[in-house]
């Protein structure tokens, strides 16, 4: 490939990332050095996404959208918080005109993506797929191996049938009163659901977090293949081994159902593919 040391200067001259201009500015370079390292030296997506994303997935590769909607986007308002930046965006043309989202990190001064996908924040698709109120799950605590039971839930399929969803789980909740999730989680204490507004660029994601009542937490479902977006979620009720919530999308994405109050069929990939392993339970606290 060529021009790649030309490439790799522009990368070092990066941006402070202390504030949303400079995040802004970032964005808008990082979209011009992508579109001429295509156009100049006809780089492919994987190798696109190997010198600018700090994570991508296979099927990331399949699908040529991200990258040209990246260079047709319309830069609006940013966030920054430290290292990181949420870049909201439209694209012209795009039908309905939903308002979507990038994540970039900065590393020493080089802004990249933080992965190679966008998320949408606003729009009428996102609406529909709320509807009106959060939608609710409930969750049985998890006490022996084994298979899942009414101790999982799936936010993707929005639904707590796993052996209708193949194990396809996004959440679970287990004897020691967490919840453990294929994914990263974030414990935002006690909080309304309804303040959650977006996703939180300072979050110190885990994979297991407490169950506490009155407390809301922002999870990201994913990042793999299947699925990656973002929802936020409340326990409402917790009692008896049984964690209620009350859950609303955070932000839609790759796999994120059209809608959140009722259940989402298994793609026809899904249904080829077998189940998904059980996860062993933890050891007993205390």
């Given at each position: 490939m060529?021009?790649?040391?030309?490439?790799?200067?522009?990368?070092?001259?990066g941006?402070?990332?202390?504030?949303?201009?400079?995040?802004?500015?970032?964005?808008?370079?990082?979209q011009?050095?992508?579109?001429?390292?295509?156009?100049?030296?006809?780089?492919d997506?994987?190798?696109?996404?190997?010198?600018?994303?700090?994570?991508?997935?296979?099927?990331?590769?399949?699908?040529?959208?991200f990258?040209?909607?990246?260079?047709?986007?319309?830069?609006?308002?940013?966030?920054?918080?430290?290292?990181?930046?949420l870049?909201?965006?439209?694209?012209?043309?795009?039908?309905?005109?939903?308002?979507?989202?990038?994540l970039?990190?900065?590393e020493?001064?080089?802004?990249?993506?933080?992965?190679?996908?966008?998320?949408?924040?606003?729009?009428?698709?996102?609406?529909?797929?709320?509807?009106?109120?959060?939608?609710?799950?409930?969750?049985?605590?998890?006490?022996?191996?084994?298979?899942?039971?009414?101790?999982?839930?799936?936010?993707?399929?929005?639904?707590?049938?796993?052996?209708?969803?193949?194990?396809?789980?996004?959440i679970?909740?287990?004897?020691?009163?967490?919840?453990?999730?294929?994914?990263?989680?974030?414990?935002?204490?006690?909080?309304?659901?309804?303040?959650?507004?977006?996703?939180?660029?300072?979050?110190?994601?885990?994979?297991?977090?407490?169950?506490?009542?009155g407390?809301?937490y922002?999870?990201?479902?994913?990042p793999?293949?299947?699925?990656?977006?973002?929802?936020?979620?409340?326990?409402?009720?917790?009692?008896?081994g049984?964690?209620?919530?009350?859950?609303?999308?955070?932000?839609?994405?790759?796999?994120?159902?059209?809608?959140?109050?009722?259940?989402?069929?298994?793609?026809?990939?899904?249904?080829?593919?077998?189940?998904?392993?059980?996860?062993?339970?933890?050891?007993?606290?205390?």
């Amino acid at each position: 490939m060529k021009h790649l040391p030309w490439v790799l200067l522009l990368l070092v001259v990066g941006a402070d990332a202390s504030s949303t201009k400079e995040a802004k500015k970032g964005f808008v370079e990082l979209q011009a050095t992508i579109a001429r390292l295509r156009s100049e030296s006809g780089a492919d997506a994987k190798q696109v996404l190997e010198l600018f994303a700090r994570e991508f997935q296979r099927s990331d590769l399949e699908k040529k959208p991200f990258l040209a909607e990246l260079q047709e986007a319309k830069p609006g308002k940013v966030d920054a918080t430290g290292s990181r930046a949420l870049v909201r965006f439209t694209v012209p043309g795009e039908e309905s005109s939903p308002v979507r989202a990038v994540l970039l990190e900065n590393e020493r001064g080089v802004w990249r993506l933080a992965c190679a996908r966008s998320f949408i924040v606003d729009g009428k698709g996102l609406r529909d797929a709320r509807g009106r109120k959060p939608a609710r799950a409930r969750m049985s605590m998890r006490t022996t191996n084994g298979p899942y039971g009414s101790s999982a839930y799936s936010f993707t399929y929005v639904s707590g049938d796993m052996r209708k969803y193949k194990n396809r789980v996004d959440i679970w909740f287990c004897h020691n009163q967490d919840f453990h999730v294929r994914g990263g989680v974030v414990d935002l204490g006690k909080k309304s659901l309804g303040t959650v507004k977006k996703i939180p660029l300072d979050a110190s994601w885990r994979r297991v977090a407490r169950a506490e009542a009155g407390h809301t937490y922002v999870m990201r479902v994913g990042p793999n293949e299947r699925r990656d977006f973002f929802v936020a979620f409340q326990v409402t009720r917790l009692k008896r081994g049984v964690a209620e919530l009350s859950w609303t999308l955070l932000a839609g994405g790759h796999g994120a159902p059209s809608t959140i109050h009722k259940p989402n069929p298994l793609p026809e990939s899904d249904r080829r593919d077998g189940a998904d392993g059980v996860d062993g339970l933890p050891g007993k606290r205390g």
